[in-house]
């Protein structure tokens, strides 16, 4: 699913055709011009999903342009969304002129013609791109077709959860297995879903599965972000999410787990990582398990076990001596 291309591994005088081929292989046919053609260096990482293409991207400024000419010759009628990490994007689409920025995330539409710039003549541009077939949308197209081209702010809410989805998704491809592909492209499809109807205008009906999965995986990154925490409890993720905590229950519930068991999971696998790095080898293991949340020793010593098969201090001695296998976490059920 992974492929990786970098023209500074190519003759200099191919690095430009062999992106310009790439990009139109893997996503649509473009126009591409640059003033630094002779020596275009540039990388790509790409997950393709088979319905769905993630791709984070480096290269130096350039123009494209999308043409009905263009379309016609091959268009996967799908939406595209950047990230944009360094640098920043204008394209002209359907009568709209729509600028980005570094921290912006940028919607638009392959079937409609394009006119677009990436960067200045001093800044290689950085982002990671998700296309996503429209018909695997359960929204109205007539409705995203007046949206976008659509640029937002990726600081907060939804977009903010959708831009580190992508980027943490691209990040791990080489972990996945061909199985994770359908779960991956689902939940793609369900964050996009939640952000275009967050910004499309009342009266549009999504399935409740949509809704339910997006607030989930809102829920889940929060729960990250405050692991260390010790005082993180069902009352206070509810709270943060205007919930019931008889409604966060049942969300968890639906996925076969518990409030509870998710965070003691998540925060085992931190202080798992953190026990097997050399860099942290001097620091106790009570401190390591108090700076995840987990307070008292001898409830962390009794449910790392549990999870892992063998106490802290035997897991830690072990894996920085470079020494057997350990158990994956089955905390958590």
């Known amino acids: 699913m992974l492929t990786e291309l970098r023209t500074t591994d190519l003759p200099t005088a191919d690095r430009f055709d062999c ?8 996503l649509v046919p ?31 400024p350039l123009k494209t342009l999308r043409t009905t000419r263009l379309i016609r010759r091959g268009d996967p009628e799908c939406y595209q969304a950047m990230v944009n990490l360094r640098g920043g994007h ?17 919607c638009y539409d392959t079937s409609q013609p394009w006119e677009g710039w990436a960067g200045d003549p001093s800044l290689t541009v950085e982002g990671v791109m998700v ?12 409705r995203v077709q007046r949206l976008i081209p659509l640029c937002m702010p990726a600081a907060s809410g939804i977009a903010a959860l959708f831009s580190g989805y992508l980027r943490q998704m691209v990040a791990g491809a080489a972990a996945y297995r061909a199985t994770d592909g359908t779960h991956l492209v689902n939940t793609t499809v ?15 009906a999504v399935p409740d599965e949509t809704h339910r999965h997006a607030l989930l995986l809102q829920i889940q990154a929060f729960v990250q972000r405050h692991l260390g925490d010790p005082r993180l409890d069902p009352a206070t993720i509810a709270a943060a999410h205007h919930l019931s905590v008889r409604s966060l229950h049942r969300l968890f519930g639906e996925q076969g787990t ?16 953190d026990l097997a790095d050399p860099l942290l080898r ?7 398990s108090t700076r995840w949340g987990l307070t008292d020793p001898a409830h962390f010593s009794r449910v790392f076990r549990a999870a892992y098969g063998m106490p802290p201090s035997e897991y830690r001695h ?5 020494r057997g296998s350990h158990p994956s976490s089955t905390a958590g059920r």
């Open 258 to 273: 518990t409030v509870a068991g998710w965070i003691r999971s998540r925060r085992l696998e931190r202080c798992h990582r």
């Open 318 to 322: 072990v894996s920085l001596a470079g």
């Open 19 to 26: 992106w310009d081929a790439m990009m139109t292989s893997t």
């Open 30 to 60: 473009n126009a591409l011009r640059s003033d630094h053609e002779d020596d275009f260096r540039a990388s790509v990482r790409l997950l393709d999903l088979g319905t769905v293409q993630v791709s984070a991207l480096s290269y130096p």
């Open 190 to 204: 369900e964050l996009l879903t939640a952000l275009l109807v967050h910004h499309l205008d009342g009266g549009t």
């Open 90 to 106: 204008r394209i002209v689409q359907g009568g709209r002129d729509i600028t980005s920025g570094p921290g912006d995330l940028l």
């Open 282 to 288: 001097r620091l106790p293991i009570h401190a390591i």
């Open 131 to 142: 296309q996503v077939p429209r018909a695997l949308l359960p929204l109205p197209a007539n």
